[in-house]
């Protein structure tokens, strides 16, 4: 199974933590934005909506899951600049095995923005703020200017041909280098076989197994531990015939071999 995130967009209607995106459908452009990315990324990453059993509380930094809602401050703490539409707030391991790694991260969407967002330009912010969760930065402000969603600010505006709205194919090979691909579980190679004509077990066939096969020819019980590796022609019989054949098997000869 792919890494998964637990999220719920539910905050952005619940009456404290609203967000007006030009429509009644908000909490829905939310849930797209992150269909969008899990859509991106098949077998890599998904983002799977909370339930009863996966429960989310807002701007908790300890459940390893994502709230997404409105506030006029950072979760409880920093108030937002002017020109600061959302903020995403990843919290990392400290110490131990898993030092530098993301443990939580929660969506905060500025409510001075209400009055202006769009129903597209607010699901390209949630997405965007989403791809921060997964582990991308700002191209821009680490050398690597380009028009795709991760930038610090969009580069034109929403109607513009060139707007982006939604994950470009940089930003998405951004998380491929992320998460690796999440396979089939491997197929148990079953244990071989007994060795036909390996009479004795040791796992290869000798002359000490042919002399054991004659023995049996002769009447003698020392094939009763594995009669059917003794009976390598398969006649239902253990004969001078099933010996020769072990014989030149052990000296890497083709010799009869239908035992189970």
């Known amino acids: 199974m792919p890494p998964q995130v637990f999220y719920d967009c539910r905050f952005i209607a619940d009456g404290t933590h609203d967000i007006t995106c030009g429509d009644s459908s908000c909490v829905q452009h939310c849930q797209e934005a992150a269909a969008k990315w899990t859509e991106d990324l098949p077998e890599r990453f998904a983002f799977v909506q909370a339930d009863a059993q996966h429960p989310v509380t807002f701007c908790d930094s300890t459940d390893g899951r994502t709230s997404i809602g409105g506030s006029t401050t950072f979760c409880g703490q920093q108030s937002f600049s002017s020109n600061v539409v959302a903020v995403t707030l990843r919290v990392t391991f400290s110490d131990g095995p898993q030092r530098g790694q993301q443990r939580d991260a929660d969506i905060v969407v500025n409510q001075a923005f209400n009055s202006r967002f769009t129903p597209g330009l607010f699901r390209a912010v ?28 969009f580069r034109f505006p929403e109607g513009d041909p060139c707007f982006v709205g939604a994950p470009t194919a940089d930003d998405v090979n951004g998380a491929v280098m992320i998460y690796a691909a999440a396979g089939p579980a491997p197929t148990a190679t079953p244990a071989p076989g007994p060795l036909c004509g390996d009479v004795n077990g040791d796992g290869s066939v000798t002359i000490d197994d042919a002399d054991q096969v004659l023995a049996a020819a002769a009447g003698l019980p020392t094939c009763e531990a594995a009669p059917d590796q003794c009976d390598v022609d398969g006649t239902g019989v253990v004969d001078v015939v099933d010996a020769a054949n072990v014989q030149r098997r052990a000296f890497g000869l083709p010799g009869a071999s239908v035992c189970p």
């Open 126 to 153: 949630v997405e965007h703020e989403l791809g921060h969760v997964l582990g991308l930065d700002h191209p821009d402000q680490c050398g690597r200017d380009a028009n795709v969603l991760m930038r610090s600010a």
